[in-house]
Every structure is written in structure tokens, then in C-alpha cells.
């Protein structure tokens, strides 16, 4: 079944139903005059059009013999990833940079090399403090702390 | 006498150390980039738009220039000797780079390679510093109806070219128009789509999109399967073609150079669209089609030449109309906003040095690579080595710090995580990213534009059809729709793209 496939045009068709009632409620205005919601009116009216074509054409293909592009197998490290990166941001205002962004790094070389699990945090530690080095401390960009206050 | 003050005018500028300087590392990442699978030159240039926010703009747009120029030459490397494209205008290159390589001609493919890229890349300079101005001055006399129709046109072009479902990118496109139009109204000062969110108020940002799409969607992408990269072991020695490698190479890099200086200059064209076509060209014309593919000089000749004439000629359109043809020309579109210049017709006026300075940095940008990509060809070789494992981090890393940096707001994480998950959806199922971002950056002109116009015209959208620049724009664009979704022209264009694709 293409159910990935067809959760992407049930997005699309809800999100321009939204567009469309925003639009609605801001004023469409008139062709002499046109309101903020005038284009966005006009464009969620497309848009809906062109989703509900893909749902119904990716319904009809869904009997036909299909290979799905998303599979257990290649999806396991995008999602590994994927939870890296929430966590970090769950995680970079709390902890700070410093330690979130280790964290990240580690994380994301084990999902690569799930081996090795101290070279990896050691390698993680140092990318992360050359890049603070390098943008903090050289650039003078501001990162977040966070509760600890800890930064060098 | 006022075109050499202006060449002067250029030199000067792009010759003050701090443009040098930026012009050299805008070439050197973009070489990097195109020598490393896995992050393009519209990755890059995402990356770094945060970070030209600290730099002079003129420094900054040449550095966002670089990159693109330069990964057009490094991209050849990794096709050559790796089989691998670093970026998508090196894929044909592969065909007859590689078999030279396995075939011990890796250095006169890399030598013919870098002395085509070196002509094109000059004739395309030459050509633009003619062209610009005049149409920057035709330009000033485009009003509204004229702007959106060519935007449409351009907009258009770029969903026909599409490779992939073209339905999908249409509907891309639209997406991106309504991402733009999120925030605040220009014209009302209405406050719309926020969804309550006040991190909304000043819209999505270019930069979350950009980088989420190209950069984090990346990673997405590479970390599917990593380590498939392999290096095929292959000695780079004598770089100099030799006279017979020149004289089967001459026509097909000056063939290469003018469709590419014409495919640049063309609204959702640019450099990928210009090595396809002038390889498809190349072996149509060869006398011995057959050696296409086996290792035949001029299937690297042509096609990078041409990849380097069109990327420094799309940069006419946005120069001159101030409309980015592309998605690499929107990425310094969105540059250029960063300082608060807005590229079009005023702004050889209002930033003559910039204007002229960017494409001097050019001349002088080619004679960079040159030296970087020939002499240093072994370092080049050993950074294609480096695992993605590592680079993976690190380009996380910086997306991260860069995005957050723009307004120290953790919501900008956030957008660029979701565009990076959505950029490696779309891809797997077949949207195209490049439409969504073209159109986001143009909708707020269009928008514009179309608002303008039926003020001006009373409601009355025969305002688009009674201007004959407007008008051609739309037959144009209507054209193009129609034979892409009507039977011949649809199996034809299929064909096509299906054989470019191969």
C-alpha cells in the first residue's frame, strides 16, 4: 500500500483546507481591490486540486505491483536521526550547548559506527569545542548556556 | 568610456583584500562541496547565508558566487575518479569521465575538464558583462504585469524541467507560495497564517527552509545507507591533454560553452540542464556515437563546459530582472535581502559595485579554481577519502549553530528539523525541493506585482494580455503546461527526460 504516499496528499489537502478558511477569515477582498487572504484563497483552492489529483491517482496505483521507497531497513537511521535531533533541541536550552551538542555528536556516530562507543564520544567532545572555539570565542557567536552556566 | 569605468569600476572592488579573500574561500568550499557527495553547492550556500549576515554584503554575495562556480569544477573530480557526482550538473560527466579513468586518461579528463570549465566559465563572464546592462536598462520599463508574468514564465520553466512528477512540483511550488505569504502583509499590514505562533510573526525564514531542505534533508538522506562510497584507485598523472585530445575537444567545449551561456540565461534553467542537453547534443553531432559512454573526450568536454558557461550566466536574470532563475540564484537572492539590496534593474544603479564586483570576482574566481583544481588535484583526491560518518556531525553541527544564530530563537531548530524531515520525504516520494524554494522566495514579489496590477488595471486581468512582454511570458508559460500534460508532447517529454535521466 502506498500509505506513506497518500498521508503526504491527506497532509496537503488538510493544509489547504486550513489556508482556505484563514483566507476566508482575513478577506479575500475583490479583484479591484484584493484582501491578504486574496492569494492564499486562490492558492489553497490549487493546491487542494492538485493533492486530491495525487490521492486518488496514488489510490488507483495502489493495487498495481509497487516497490515503496520508505522501507524498515533504510528508515532505521533517518529516525535514529531524527530522535537525536528532538532530543538536542528538547535538550539545548536546559543543558546548554556544550553538553546537548556533545551529546548530539555522539549520537549521531554511533548511529553511523555503533561501535567503538569511547572514540566515538571522544571525537564527538572535540568536534563539538573546536566549533565552540571557532564560533565562540573567535566569531563571538552566543549560544545557549543553559543551567549549569558551563562554557569556557 | 562609461563600459571601462565600469570594468574598473569592478576590478577595484573585486580586488580589495577583503573581497580576494572571500572569493578564494567561496571557490575553495565550493570546490569541497563539489568534490564531496552528499552536500551540494545550494547545501552550502544555505549553510552560510547565516554567516554573511557579519560579512560586507559585496564580500558575501561574491563568496555565495564562489560556491556555486567552484562546485561546478570540483563536481567533475569525484565523476571522474570516483563515479560519484558531487553535484547534480557533474552526473553526465561520469559517463566518459570515469571510463577515462579506468582507461589511465584520469589526468587529460581532468586536464580538458578544467580548461573547458576555464574557457566557458571566461566566455560566460565576457557575455554577461555585455548583456546585463542593456537589459538591466530594458528592465526599467517592466511594470507590474510584466514582473509577475516573467516570474510565472520562470516558475513555470522550472516545474516543466522537473524530473520528476511534474503535478508533484507544481504543487510544490504552490506550497512554497503559501509559505510565503505567512506573516505579515506588506500591502495591509495584516497579520496572517501565524497559527497563533508568535515565532511566526515574521514568517517561515528562508534560512530554516533552505538549510532544513538542502542541508539537514541531506544527511536524511546519506545516512540511509552509509558507506556505500568507494574510490577507484586510479593514477592522476600528466593533466595535459594531448594535441589530439584538444583537437577532438575544441568544437564540443565551444558547442558546450554557447548552449550553456543560452540554457543559463533561461528562467528555471542553469548549469545540470546545460550538461545534460549539451551531452545529448555532443553525441547526436559525434561521427562515432558509439564511443559515448566508453571514454569518448568530448562527453566530458562539452558538458562541462556547458555546466560552467550556464552557471555563470544565470546569474543575468537575477542581476539584471532581479528574478532568480534557480535555486541556486534564489539562495543569493535571499543573500542580497540579508543586507537589505534588492537585486533588479535599480541596483546597478544603487550598488554599482556590487554589481560590477561580483562579476569581476568572477574573472578572477576562474583563475583560482584553475590553480586550485590542477596543481592540487592529489589534495582534492584524498578529501573524496574523508568517511561521511564524520562529515555527517559536523554538517549538522553547523547547520544548527548557523540557523539558530540568525535569531537565537530554538523554534528555528525546530522548522529546520521539520523541512529536513520533509526534505528527505519529498525526495523519496518524488516532490522536488527546488520548486517549493524558488517559489517561496519569488511569491512576495508576485504577489506584489499581481496586487499592483489589478489595482492599476481596475480588477481586470486583461492587464496581463494587452502588454506584449506579459503576454509572450504567459503564452509561454501556458505552452509549456499544456503540451507537458497533452499526449505527443507528454510521451515526448517523458522520453526525454527518462534518456537524461539514464
Known sequence: MR????????????????????????????????????????????????????????????????????????????????????????????????????????????????????????????????????????????????????QW | MQFFNDILLGFQTSLAPINLLFCFIGVLLGTLVGVLPGLGPVGTMAILLPITFYAPPVASIIMLAGIYYGAMYGGSTTSILVNIPGEPASIVTCLDGNQMARQGRAGPALGISAFGSFFAGTVGIIGMMFITKPLAIVALTFGPPEYFSLMLMGLVILVYLTQRSMIKAISMGIFGFILSLFGMDMMSGEIRYVFNRDELLDGVGIIPIAMGLFGVGEIFINMEIPGLRSLYKTHVKGLLPSLKDWKDSALPIIRGTVLGFFLGVLPGGGAALASFVSYAVEKRVSKHPEKFGKGAIEGVASPEASNNAASTTSFIPLLALGIPGNVVTAMLFAGLLIHNITPGPLLLRDHPDLFWGVIMSMYIGNVMLIVLNLPLIGMWVQITKIPFRLLAPIIILVCIIGVYNVNHMISDIWLMIFFGMAGFIMRKFQYEPAPLVLAYILGPMMEHAMVQSLIISGGSFKIFLVRPISLVCLMVATFLLITAFTGYFKLKRREVLTVLEE
Open chain 1, 3 to 150: 500509505v506513506t504516499s497518500l498521508i503526504i496528499s491527506l497532509f496537503f489537502i488538510s493544509f489547504s483546507i486550513l489556508i482556505f478558511i484563514m483566507s476566508i477569515e482575513l478577506g479575500i477582498g475583490s479583484f479591484k481591490l484584493p484582501g491578504p487572504g486574496f492569494l492564499g484563497f486562490l492558492n489553497s483552492i490549487f493546491l487542494f486540486t492538485l493533492s486530491s489529483i495525487i490521492f486518488f491517482l496514488d489510490r488507483k496505483k495502489a493495487d498495481e505491483a509497487y516497490e515503496d521507497p520508505i522501507t524498515r531497513k533504510n528508515l532505521t537511521n533517518p529516525i535514529l536521526l531524527a530522535l537525536s535531533l528532538f532530543g538536542f533541541t528538547l535538550l539545548l536550552d536546559i543543558l546548554g550547548f556544550l553538553i546537548s551538542a556533545t551529546l548530539l555528536m555522539w549520537a549521531i556516530l554511533l548511529i553511523n559506527t555503533p561501535k567503538r562507543w569511547f572514540r566515538q564520544l571522544v571525537v564527538a567532545l572535540i568536534i563539538v569545542n573546536v566549533a565552540y572555539f571557532i564560533l565562540c570565542k573567535l566569531l563571538k557567536v552566543i549560544l545557549p548556556s543553559g543551567i549549569f552556566r558551563l
